[in-house]
């Protein structure tokens, strides 16, 4: 997702977001493994585009950028996944676990 973000725009990135979940949460697909992974992806990206974000997230700086995002979450409190860090309007941060308040349609 770190480099489909920093490489696509947001719908997009806001797109395959949600397909990811869904394929994960909804439909149980294993997108750790790389072949699940890009056929999540190719709902959404083509399959030049797909193979393109597969590589780029395994290059250091995507790899690095992941662990940095992931020590930042374990140093805030965070326990599982899903987890969310919530920031109001009036900059009051709180976090969040589990799709408990999402709706799950």
Partial sequence: MCFVKAHYPSDK????F???WFAMWKEGINIEKPDL???TLLRHFTDSQADEILKGANSKQYKDQL???TKYC???GAFGCPWFFVTNSKGVKEP???SDRLDNN
Avoid: P
Wanted: charged share 20%; aromatic share 16%.
């Fill in 37 to 39: 992974m890009k056929q």
């Fill in 18 to 20: 949600a397909e990811l």
């Fill in 74 to 76: 374990v140093e805030n």
């Fill in 13 to 16: 990135f806001e797109a395959i």
């Fill in 67 to 69: 662990l940095a995002t």
């Fill in 96 to 98: 969040f676990f589990g």
